[in-house]
């Protein structure tokens, strides 16, 4: 049986883990995905969202940034009532607003993918933990990033969820050394 990171603990974890976290993601459609994903997060678990990442999908039109960002307030009301969805006013509206902002960065950087991989010089970081909990909620890099987010407008970006993010489009490799991912993310 192969040794994974510790909170991989049932099938979806498992799926999740074993194929796409910590995987280098470049494509900015992705990136646009767990960037509302990981804000959804904030104050819940990742199996939580990881549940409902269908729904997000259908209910934000599979993640496509130039859509979201015209969404008006009946759009809003929609989600708002959509219960396979995280109900939550202040994070809906910050997806909203975080489409737009994503494409202004991707209108002057030419893709996202170039402008978010730049806080991590555009190489996978790699640590070596050798325990789950040994793994930092935040980085310097991280806090960069956040930082450097909301001034250009963007919220419920903190350092925690930004670093969730680095972790989950492989911008940090966080498998714990034993974990079988670990070297195949390399």
């Given at each position: 049986?192969?040794?994974?990171c510790e909170?991989?603990?049932?099938?979806?974890?498992?799926?999740?883990?074993?194929?796409?976290?910590?995987v280098?993601?470049?494509n900015?459609?992705?990136?646009?995905?767990?960037?509302?994903l990981?804000?959804?997060?904030?104050?819940?678990?990742w199996?939580?969202?990881?549940?409902k990442?269908d729904?997000?999908?259908?209910?934000?039109?599979?993640?496509?940034?130039?859509?979201v960002?015209?969404y008006?307030?009946?759009?809003v009301?929609?989600?708002?009532?959509?219960?396979?969805?995280?109900?939550?006013?202040?994070k809906?509206?910050?997806?909203?607003n975080?489409?737009?902002?994503?494409?202004?960065?991707?209108?002057?950087?030419?893709?996202?993918d170039?402008y978010?991989?730049?806080?991590?010089?555009?190489?996978?970081i790699?640590?070596?933990y050798?325990?789950?909990?040994?793994?930092?909620?935040?980085?310097?890099?991280s806090?960069?990033m956040?930082?450097?987010?909301?001034?250009?407008?963007?919220?419920?970006?903190?350092?925690?969820?930004?670093?969730?993010?680095?972790?989950?489009?492989?911008?940090v490799?966080?498998?714990?050394?034993?974990?079988f991912r670990?070297?195949?993310?390399?």
């Amino acid at each position: 049986m192969e040794k994974r990171c510790e909170w991989a603990t049932d099938n979806l974890l498992k799926e999740y883990h074993d194929t796409e976290w910590g995987v280098p993601l470049h494509n900015d459609r992705k990136l646009f995905e767990f960037l509302i994903l990981d804000g959804a997060q904030a104050g819940l678990s990742w199996y939580t969202i990881l549940r409902k990442r269908d729904a997000y999908r259908k209910a934000f039109d599979d993640f496509d940034p130039k859509k979201v960002a015209l969404y008006t307030r009946t759009d809003v009301q929609r989600l708002l009532k959509n219960k396979e969805i995280v109900r939550n006013q202040q994070k809906i509206e910050s997806a909203i607003n975080n489409a737009k902002c994503f494409l202004e960065i991707k209108g002057k950087f030419g893709s996202f993918d170039k402008y978010i991989w730049g806080f991590v010089e555009h190489k996978t970081i790699t640590n070596k933990y050798r325990r789950w909990k040994d793994t930092p909620a935040y980085s310097n890099e991280s806090e960069n990033m956040s930082k450097n987010l909301k001034e250009k407008g963007f919220s419920f970006v903190g350092p925690t969820i930004c670093y969730a993010i680095m972790q989950s489009v492989g911008m940090v490799n966080d498998h714990i050394i034993s974990c079988f991912r670990y070297k195949q993310v390399n």
